[in-house]
């Protein structure tokens, strides 16, 4: 199933990579995340980024989300196949909690260094996350802006938590490979693009 676009190793490889994650629905994919791809590729110096296309997500409700096929043919469409890669790597290993994706993903790409790429809304829900300090233990976070959740996702439970481990912005480009806990807010610029005003039509 999710063998379709997925030039992404079942079994892992021995490369020596600089990764960044970028999981969510992508129900669809759409501009924003390749914003947000584009601009920690940069910024963090990654050799890929993988869209990673979440089976399911736990805390999302299940009506209104297509099907994995229709997110995973959106996401293929903003990828290169070479620097920005659409996954459904999660569906193939049958992981349902990142924290399981991210052990099993550093079993198989042993020489990989990933960071997890993510939204200040996720930043801000990162504690409803199962085992979410467990995640942050085992890989650096790049929180990129968005609007409406930055002060809250800066005064909330998890930034508050990990608050010794946050490196400064111009220091992102070393989070691949530093000794975690690491995190870092990128200073770039947040795009407006939203997955529900483009389902529910009312995208500008």
Wanted: proline content about 6%.
């Amino acid at each position: 199933m999710a063998r379709t676009h997925d030039p992404i190793p079942r079994f892992g490889d021995r490369r020596r990579m600089r990764i960044g994650l970028l999981g969510g629905s992508f129900n669809p994919a759409h501009a924003g995340h390749l914003h947000v791809a584009r601009l920690a590729r940069r910024r963090l110096r990654l050799d890929q980024v993988w869209l990673m296309v979440s089976p399911g997500n736990v805390l999302k409700p299940r009506d209104g989300m297509a099907p994995f096929k229709q997110r995973m043919d959106s996401a293929a469409a903003l990828a290169d196949g070479r620097r920005i890669v659409a996954t459904g790597i999660e569906a193939v290993l049958g992981t349902r909690y990142s924290a399981d994706t991210l052990r099993v993903l550093r079993r198989r790409f042993p020489r990989a260094s990933f960071v997890w790429i993510m939204g200040a809304d996720i930043l801000e829900q990162l504690p409803h996350w199962r085992r979410w300090q467990e995640i942050a233990r085992r890989i650096p976070l790049a929180i990129v802006p968005r609007g409406g959740h930055n002060a809250r996702a800066l005064a909330g439970h998890a930034a508050r938590t990990l608050r010794a481990a946050r490196r400064r912005d111009r220091a992102a480009d070393t989070l691949a490979g530093t000794t975690t806990p690491a995190w870092a807010f990128l200073s770039v610029p947040s795009h407006p693009a939203s997955a529900t005003a483009i389902r529910e039509g009312t995208a500008s």
